[in-house]
């Protein structure tokens, strides 16, 4: 399975400069247990994921590296988004080799919380994703859930983090 989606979900992750607050909870390095799934009728399969957020303060940019696996595979990640000051935008971009490639990704972000929505055609098989995506943070701990973006009563992805 590619994870597509809690790939392109994690990027997000990079893209938190709402509050310095919420900003620097997002910070370090992060474990997270959970599902997620390939295509709106796919199964949910298990996954496990390791993080590591840093924050440059001075650009208001959080960048994204990290590793996911799911039964027999593991997957390369990364992203960089960045806010502007007075501003609940973010944007940037997100890389999965193994999926959707280098893609960009933008959304708002306000006191924990930064959504998104994205659209991208997978490399390897020519599939349309699209998603919406939401992070939440409080007192260290990181959950990101997800839905598909033309019925948004499908969840494609839900996994809490930790430090």
Same mark, same amino acid.
């Given at each position: 399975m590619r994870v597509i989606e809690l790939m392109t979900a994690l990027a997000v992750l990079a893209a938190t400069p709402a509050t310095a607050d919420s900003l620097s909870q997002m910070g370090g390095t992060w474990q997270g247990t959970g599902w997620a799934r390939e =295509?709106?009728?796919?199964?949910?399969?298990?996954?496990?994921?390791?993080?590591?957020? =840093?924050?440059?303060?001075?650009?208001?940019?959080?960048?994204?590296k990290g590793l996911c696996a799911v039964?027999?595979?593991?997957?390369?990640?990364?992203?960089?988004?960045?806010? =502007?000051q007075g501003s609940t935008q973010v944007s940037g971009r997100w890389s999965n080799p193994d999926g959707i490639g280098s893609v960009p990704v933008s959304g708002l972000q306000r006191d924990g919380l930064v959504a998104f929505t994205f659209a991208a055609t997978e490399i390897a098989t020519g599939r349309d994703l699209a998603q919406n995506v939401e992070w939440r943070v409080s007192e260290g701990e990181l959950r990101l859930r997800s839905t598909d973006r033309a019925d948004p009563t499908i969840h494609m992805s839900d996994i809490s983090f930790s430090r």
């Open positions: =295509t709106p009728q796919g199964p949910q399969e298990t996954l496990r994921c390791r993080i590591t957020n =840093t924050y440059d303060a001075a650009t208001l940019t959080l960048t994204l039964p027999g595979r593991r997957i390369d990640i990364g992203g960089r988004l960045s806010g =502007t």
